[in-house]
């Protein structure tokens, strides 16, 4: 056989017969989950010899070799048993590979052929000289009913498409002609036009009555009769794109459909087409859409733990899917949750250290509302706006309370299928400040609030009222692919810049400030932020055959402050660590840089008080590689995964004026500057989500010195020393050379 078609003829052997895994995982724990608890749910059985199964495969190899243009191949099975162990070899005779002689077509009409050959050149496969193929005829058939359903022959079917084969020839040569057959009894096939349509909605989700009355008359050839009295007429036939006096496109239909659906108030879609009764060519197109349920309430929980902190949300969301009659989305969100220190030897949640609450509104409408007209935008997505408003309350243990104030209106709009943007034009927050260790203005307060901006240079405009009006952008490539086992890059680029207009306007009106004294410009009586903040994420996914898969990946953005600002606003500045980033440590525990905190933060007080929020930058770097593979087919129901991993990344500063030198990026020293750890992790996929479970374990931590940052030695040797000595320099801190990370969705 040749050696190209030998991965793919082990397609055709029966599964039944196939050989198990040589690390023989899915035998393995079949074999123990059924002696110890009676079921079948994991793994599979070892396979067991079938001569008939044999046989099956046999013609089947045979076949698929006849299909490739091997016409004289043969193939003979041979089995031999050994200690109850059977070993079952296909060889094969191919014989010569034929090859195509002459092409030609038998296609009685005119119209019909004149199309296919105008548009042949850019779909065929089929070309003389080309060794001969069933896939590439089965293609071309299946091209062929494609063009005909896209130019108006709505009665077009596959089975007129044939071809006869040839291969009665000397030196391996064979002829194959294309018929295109006319219908029986017709002379010609008939080409249709949409005439007038019908667009109905069904009264409730129950779907429609038996008997409708319609509309009295159509508009712009579309008869809309809403039964329900919930949809107003033009949000809906915005996205109905069988258009009067227009050929019949099968395309045109599927895109209906997919809008349809895609606004989210439909449960179902129907389609069907009446022929005028006056024997002309058009096609009256009738809509049937049942409405889903137009509201619900959502109440979702989730435990977040990892090997240092344990915590709990809890949200409620009420969603109204049509609201003002036109398919808008109406989210009504309450949220609160809390995160607790765990490891000290007290119970849970005794350290709460971080309590979160939030109240949020997002309304979403299917169209892009601008002041100016635009082309239609639904052909590949529907485009949304969306208005957003948000409080969000966030109180550190002894550190400060965070409020702020969020609004925004975002423009979304698929370019392509793989291309999508984001535009938000205005993004206004309001800042209520809130650093305080104590709330009143005694001494202890004052002297607990210099504490905390001695220790963190990042904190030092937490307690600054002020506001932040500005835009971002973002473009996200080739996100709908995240999910499929193929080989692609994904990019995601986004920008947010803030304070341009802003200090215009202040320039104008007011005079000139400096920021560096604390002397910031103001608008309202309040200072306003400046900065700019793009970031990237680039990733290279490559398919390594069935369920494997090699990903390669490069996250970093950037935080500058300028202008009326000498630092950009807490939210916006950068972590490490994390679930989804260095998995070896947790979440805003890496750096920035050689940042160590028991050198820079002296007291067990102040690094309790700061857990969490003094280690974090104003620049981030991060790279990983991740493996992921099948561990086994059936594991109560859906597939167990796993992967390896090896993340590498840090933060870091990069503003003037940091009393903290060793927190700064610096390229020459980024070798000794990056968080390194490697692990492995389990991903229990029940196909609508998946479960996931990582192990990360430090290799090089960049908080020590020279070879010390190995730390990956330690742990090898010396580990439950090295722990003890770090507790005692670091408490309330310890050292955790393994991070557990527990999650919903892969990483990346």
Do not use: C
């Not at 850019?122 to 359903?149: C, H, N, P």
């Not at 525990?589 to 940042?595: A, D, K, Q, R």
């Not at 929020?613 to 099948?630: C, F, P, S, T, V």
């Amino acid at each position: 056989m040749p050696e190209k078609y030998n991965e793919e003829a082990l397609n055709f052997i029966q599964k039944d017969i196939r050989p198990a895994p040589k690390l023989g995982v899915n035998v393995g724990l079949y074999n123990i989950f059924y002696s110890l608890f009676k079921t079948k749910s994991v793994g599979n059985p070892a396979p067991v010899l079938d001569s008939t199964l044999v046989e099956i495969s046999r013609n089947q190899i045979e076949r698929f070799l006849t299909s490739k243009g091997y016409f004289k191949a043969k193939v003979r099975s041979e089995i031999k048993v050994k200690n109850q162990r059977a070993e079952v070899a296909f060889k094969a005779t191919p014989g010569p590979a034929f090859f195509v002689n002459k092409l030609s077509y038998n296609i009685p009409d005119s119209a019909v052929k004149k199309l296919y050959l105008d548009k042949k050149p850019t779909f065929t496969q089929l070309k003389e000289g080309m060794q001969y193929d069933d896939d590439s005829l089965a293609l071309e058939r299946e091209q062929i009913y494609q063009v005909m359903k896209e130019n108006g022959y709505y009665d077009f079917l596959r089975p007129y498409v044939r071809f006869t084969v040839d291969s009665a020839l000397n030196a391996s040569k064979t002829n194959i002609v294309l018929y295109i057959d006319t219908p029986a009894n017709k002379p010609r096939h008939v080409q249709y036009v949409i005439g007038e349509s019908n667009v109905l909605v069904a009264p409730s989700t129950e779907g429609f009555p038996d008997s409708i009355k319609l509309s009295e008359r159509p508009i712009r050839g579309i008869r809309y009769t809403d039964l329900s009295k919930r949809f107003r007429r033009n949000p809906v036939l915005r996205y109905d794109f069988l258009r009067e006096g227009e050929v019949y496109d099968i395309s045109k239909e599927n895109l209906t459909y997919d809008r349809m659906y895609e606004l989210n108030v439909f449960k179902n879609v129907k389609i069907d087409y009446a022929k005028a009764g006056d024997s002309s060519n058009k096609l009256e197109p009738v809509i049937q859409l049942i409405p889903q349920k137009r509201m619900s309430n959502r109440v979702e929980g989730e435990v977040p733990f990892n090997a240092g902190t344990v915590g709990f949300t809890l949200s409620n969301t009420y969603i109204n899917n049509n609201i003002f009659r036109g398919a808008e989305r109406f989210e009504f969100q309450v949220k609160g949750g809390l995160q607790s220190r765990i490891g000290h030897g007290s119970s849970l949640f005794s350290d709460i250290y971080q309590r979160d609450f939030s109240v949020s509104a997002n309304l979403s409408v299917p169209r892009l509302m601008v002041p100016f007209d635009i082309p239609m935008m639904g052909k590949n997505g529907i485009p949304y706006t969306t208005f957003s408003t948000s409080y969000v309350y966030a109180r550190q243990k002894e550190s400060f309370v965070r409020r702020v104030f969020l609004n925004s209106v975002t423009y979304e709009w698929v370019e392509t299928k793989s291309k999508l943007h984001s535009f938000t034009p205005l993004n206004f927050e309001y800042r209520f400040g809130g650093l305080l260790l104590d709330t009143s203005d005694t001494d202890a307060g004052q002297a607990g609030k210099e504490l905390l901006r001695a220790n963190s240079y990042n904190i030092k405009l937490l307690d600054r009222k002020d506001l932040t009006v500005g835009m971002k952008y973002a473009y996200t490539l080739n996100a709908n692919k995240l999910l499929l086992n193929r080989s692609f890059i994904y990019f995601r680029g986004n920008v947010d810049i803030a304070g341009n207009m802003l200090n215009g306007v202040s320039r104008i009106i007011d005079r000139k400030h400096n920021p560096d004294e604390g002397d910031y410009a103001r608008i309202l009586g309040l200072p306003f932020n400046q900065y700019v903040r793009p970031e990237a994420d680039i990733r290279w996914y490559k398919s390594l055959g069935t369920d494997k898969q090699f990903i390669a990946r490069i996250n970093g953005g950037v935080g500058y402050a300028y202008g009326n600002s000498t630092a950009v606003p807490f939210e916006k500045l950068f972590f490490a660590g994390g679930s989804s980033g260095v998995r070896a440590w947790q979440a805003r525990t890496l750096g920035p840089g050689n940042y160590n905190r028991a050198e820079r933060v002296p007291t067990e007080e102040a690094r309790r008080t700061l857990y969490g929020i003094d280690q974090l930058g104003q620049m981030h770097i991060e790279a990983n590689l991740e493996y992921r593979y099948k561990l086994i087919d059936d594991f109560f129901g859906a597939k167990l995964k796993g992967a390896v991993f090896l993340d590498a990344g840090n933060v870091w500063n990069i503003s003037p004026g940091n009393p903290q030198p060793e927190t700064y990026f610096d390229f020459k020293k980024l070798g000794n500057q990056l968080g390194v750890g490697t692990g492995m992790g389990f991903r229990y996929d029940v196909e609508y989500f998946v479960f996931r479970f990582d192990i990360g374990l430090k290799l090089r931590d960049p908080q020590f010195n020279g070879s010390e940052q190995w730390v990956i030695r330690k742990y090898i040797n010396g580990a439950k020393e090295f722990k003890a000595n770090y507790r005692l320099a670091n408490s309330p801190d310890t050292y955790n050379f393994v991070q557990y990370n527990f999650g919903i969705g892969l990483p990346f």
